[in-house]
Each structure stands twice: as C-alpha cells, then as structure tokens.
C-alpha cells in the first residue's frame, strides 16, 4: 500500500483563549473519502482548514505529497490549492454576479485556462451533476440543492487530489442532501479525488469509506504510525 496524500500531525491551533485543536492527528489516502465527525466546536473545520492551507497551525506538521505545507510560502499554499484542491462548504460560496457556467468554470480561469476551454469542461461538469441546464442563472436564480450542485461541479473541475468539504449538505433537506452526498463522492471516486468531508450526521458520514471523531480539539488517527 503506498503511504497517505496527506498527513497532519499533533496539530495544535488556538483562536485568542480558544484552544480550537490541541493535537489533532489525521491521515487522507488518495481516493479516499474520509468523514472527519464531532460534536458542535470540537474543532472539525479548524482541522480542516489546516489541512487546506488556508489556516496556519500555531505547531505541529501537515505533509502533502511529501511537501512540508507549513513551511510554504502563502505564494505557494495558494498555488498549490488551486492546482490540487477542491472546495465545498456549507453555503454554495458561489460569485452572485457570475452565472452558474462562470462559476464552474472560475478555477480554471484563474489558473490561466482559456474562456472556451474552461467553459466546455464547465459544462461537462454542470452536466454530470444534472443541473446541466443552468448554465445560464445566477446562483441567486437557482434553488439550494442546485447552488450546491453547482458548487460540487466548481470543486472537481480542476481535476483536484483532494477536495475538502465543510458541512457541504448543511443548509440543505434530508432529500436533496442525500443527493449531492452521491453526486459528491461518486463524481470524486471516478475522478480518484479523495474527499475529507466534515460533518456531524451520522447519515452523511454513512458516504465515507472511513471515519475519524475530533474530540475537544484532538483526533486520533488509527491509519497513522508514529
Ligand atoms: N477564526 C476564529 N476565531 C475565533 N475562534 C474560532 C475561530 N475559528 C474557530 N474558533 C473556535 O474554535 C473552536 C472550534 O471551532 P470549529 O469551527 O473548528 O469547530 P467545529 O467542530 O467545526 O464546530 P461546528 O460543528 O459547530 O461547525 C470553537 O470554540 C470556535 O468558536
């Protein structure tokens, strides 16, 4: 078995007095889709945000594809979360003043993609998430579960190794959460894209190959050799 995409190791991270985590372990296998679960403020998103680059741990150590993600430089983090991430969260996060295509399309864009190129793949992507037929709308025009469509289409078009989603199914019914739950990690298995998927629904989670409980800022991670 060759070794885990991603590993964060005895991550510590305080907000002012807020002890957010205070050594958190946690491992991502390529293809994988892992549900990291908990109660309400035990540090699920912090730890994911960490594992995203997008928030700096105060210690400890994030390896991605054997790269030291600390130690980047914001230049570098950012590149590397555009070429090799995908985003999801609770609330679509969709441009209003771009159509539904445009959005799908933007990750592309900003990596310097060509506008008829981006948007075929845009549309292929709109496609295979069934909402092919918005293109068009603006996201503030579409319901809910089709933001969030939308948005799983924009997480997945840049191809990425990883795509991290933050309650992705939070604001939507049981119906249509249940719906993007499959879109997600059907769309990420064929891509081979491993998902780290936060969320405290039992229901949710029932879509992850594995599962680890973050704990009053701490998580233990049985795939992790130390
Ligand atoms: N940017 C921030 N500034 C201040 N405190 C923060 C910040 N982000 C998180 N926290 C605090 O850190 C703790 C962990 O928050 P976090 O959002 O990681 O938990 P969570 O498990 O994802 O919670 P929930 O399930 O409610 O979203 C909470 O007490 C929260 O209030």
Redesign the pocket.
């Known amino acids: 078995m060759t070794g885990p995409l991603l590993v964060g190791r005895d991550l510590h991270?305080t907000?002012?007095a807020?002890?957010?985590?205070r050594g958190a372990d946690v491992s991502v296998r390529a293809g994988e889709v892992l549900a990291v679960m908990?109660?309400?403020?035990?540090?699920?998103?912090?730890?994911?945000?960490c594992l995203a680059g997008i928030?700096t741990p105060d210690s400890g150590s994030i390896e991605y594809q054997g790269r030291d993600l600390v130690a980047m430089s914001d230049a570098e983090r950012s590149a590397l979360r555009r070429t090799d991430f995908g985003f999801v969260f609770q609330f679509g996060q969709l441009v209003p003043e771009l159509t539904c295509l445009e959005n799908v399309a933007l990750p592309l864009r900003l990596g310097g993609v060509k506008r008829k190129v981006a948007e075929a793949k845009a549309r292929q992507w709109l496609e295979r998430v069934e909402v092919g037929e918005l293109g068009a709308r603006r996201p503030g025009d579409v319901s809910g579960g089709q933001g969030q469509r939308v948005a799983v289409a924009r997480a997945l078009v840049g191809d990425p190794q990883v795509v991290f989603a933050?309650?992705p199914t939070g604001a939507l019914d049981s119906l249509n959460g249940e719906t993007v739950m499959q879109l997600l990690t059907e769309a990420a298995r064929s891509a081979n894209a491993a998902v780290v998927l936060?969320t405290?629904e039992a229901r949710v989670a029932a879509h992850s190959d594995r599962e680890i409980v973050?704990r009053d800022?701490t998580a233990t991670d049985r795939e992790l050799v130390s």
Request: no cysteine.
């Open positions: 991270k907000f002012g807020t002890q957010a985590l908990g109660p309400s403020g035990s540090g699920k998103s912090t730890l994911l945000h928030v933050d309650e936060v405290h973050v800022g």
